[in-house]
């Protein structure tokens, strides 16, 4: 199951309909409808951190915060920034950047934001040496022309500009070992319900390529042909147990915006007899942690050299 792993699983929720694909999965499937659990946040917010410190903010920088969502780093940086500070939002979800501007609305900080729809293989609406800081988190990983992404970055910033960027990297974690789904060992399962399972992911693997078909070292390779120098990338792995997670929000969340929900991939694949037999074996396993996390991330940070 292809995960944008570095995002808290959560469940589904009931008014996803009237919303783009990008903005029910941030705002409800990745999190199942339910507030994101507090430890889901303080990585988050950890995450967000390290960007910005990588960012080096100055106190009147004009920061574009690319595939902005619901404004985890936007916000985050305003928050640094001094009065004369401003943010741009960009995402080409036109309900998260709606999303975006009610919240700097109620923060009272609106005349310091901008929310320009945009997609990061371009940022056509933004003149070109008119930024400070690019910041970008989990972004990329949905991005098939990851080079022309880092060339429109280039464009927009000014000369001594920086880049800071987060991004899972799949590639570590997939394809997972035989009888292994989510880190979890579900060889009781069976080979062949498990298989029809696996097939419904697998179904929709071309549109899931840019999340897996590039590593830590394409980052730093791309940034140096885009023109960047001065180039820092912190690559960290982690190996280790899953933490328990509650079996409604497990099954009703998606991995990522482009994949079923667990519940909808076994009512599409399985019958319910078969259903029974994967659920019976998983969720003691899904609740009580047994399964393994693998994940890799890199965070890398550059400037465009004056
Ligand atoms: C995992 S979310 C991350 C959101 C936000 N950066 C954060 O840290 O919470 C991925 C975001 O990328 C946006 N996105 C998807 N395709 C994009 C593209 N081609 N260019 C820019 N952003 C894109 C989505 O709309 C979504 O807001």
Redesign the pocket.
């Known amino acids: 199951m292809a995960n944008?792993q570095n995002?808290p699983r959560g469940a589904a929720a009931s008014s996803t309909e009237v919303l783009d694909r990008?903005?029910a999965?941030?705002l409800f499937r990745?999190q199942g409808g339910s507030e994101l659990p507090s430890e889901a946040l303080e990585w988050?917010r950890g995450?967000?951190d390290r960007?910005l410190d990588g960012a080096r903010l100055q106190p009147d920088d004009v920061v574009l915060?690319?595939?902005?969502?619901?404004?985890?780093?936007g916000f985050g940086a305003l928050e640094r920034l001094s009065e004369q500070g401003r943010v741009i939002f960009?995402?080409?979800?036109r309900d998260?950047l709606d999303r975006c501007r009610a919240t700097a609305d109620g923060a009272q900080v609106l005349s310091r934001c901008e929310f320009v729809e945009?997609?990061?293989?371009g940022l056509t609406a933004i003149a070109s040496s008119s930024i400070d800081v690019v910041t970008?988190?989990?972004?990329l990983?949905?991005?098939a022309a990851k080079e022309r992404?880092f060339a429109a970055f280039h464009r927009v910033l000014r000369p001594g500009g920086r880049l800071s960027i987060?991004e899972p990297i799949n590639s570590f974690t997939f394809p997972e070992p035989p009888g292994v789904f989510d880190g979890y060992d579900l060889r009781a399962v069976g080979e062949t319900i498990l298989a029809k399972v696996k097939a419904v992911f697998d179904e929709r693997a071309p549109a899931l390529a840019p999340m897996m078909d590039f590593d830590e070292r394409d980052l730093v390779a791309i940034a140096g042909r885009t023109g960047f120098g001065e180039i820092h990338l912190s690559y960290e792995v982690e190996i280790g147990r899953q933490v328990p997670q509650d079996w409604v929000q497990y099954l009703n969340s998606s991995g990522?915006?482009l994949s079923p929900t667990l519940d909808e991939a076994l009512h599409q694949a399985l019958t319910p007899a078969e259903r029974e037999r994967q659920v019976a074996c998983m969720r003691p396993l899904v609740e009580q942690g047994r399964g393994t996390l693998r994940r890799a991330k890199a965070f890398l940070r550059a400037h465009k050299v004056e």
């Open positions: 944008d995002e990008w903005a999965w941030l990745r988050l995450v967000r960007v915060d690319v595939g902005c969502g619901d404004g985890l780093i960009s995402d080409p979800s998260l945009a997609s990061a293989d970008t988190r989990s972004v990983i949905y991005v992404a987060f990522n915006p």
